[in-house]
Nanobody
Framework: QVQLIESGGGLVQAGGSLRLSCAAS????????MGWFRRVPGEERKFVAA????????YYADSVKGRFTISRDNAKNTVYLQMNSLKPEDTAIYYC??????????????????WGQGTQVTVSS
């Protein structure tokens, strides 16, 4: 079982940067692929980025490619989302998620069992 807690959200001006963190409990964190998703109230949760257990394979939504970077530190049981050149349309609640299968994180987020509680990111224009 993995428990996830996000942090690092906040209010930032357009063009600014934020780094989100997702701390995971459990000694098997390094066995899990991780992902970041976001949701605007009234809309469906959308995929943002994912990486495999090693951190070498990553995948990004087109809307964030080149601006966001996902990474992990298995020694700290933490995954990060570095967000640069933020835009007002990046405003959302950001969630991290975990699964043993990288493919599930990327292609079947509806099947993910482990989610954090979310952290709010607001980008002002």
């Amino acid at each position: 079982q993995v428990q996830l807690i996000e942090s690092g959200g906040g209010l930032v001006q357009a063009g600014g940067s934020l780094r989100l963190s997702c701390a995971a409990s459990g000694r098997t964190f390094s066995n899990y692929a991780m992902g970041w998703f976001r949701r605007v109230p009234g809309e469906e949760r959308k995929f943002v980025a994912a990486l495999d257990w090693s951190g070498f394979s990553t995948y990004y939504a087109d809307s964030v490619k080149g601006r966001f970077t996902i990474s992990r530190d298995n020694a700290k049981n933490t995954v990060y989302l570095q967000m640069n050149s933020l835009k007002p349309e990046d405003t959302a609640i950001y969630y991290c998620a975990a699964d043993r299968a990288y493919s599930t994180v990327v292609y079947s987020p509806g099947s993910l069992d482990h989610w954090g509680q979310g952290t709010q990111v607001t980008v002002s224009s």
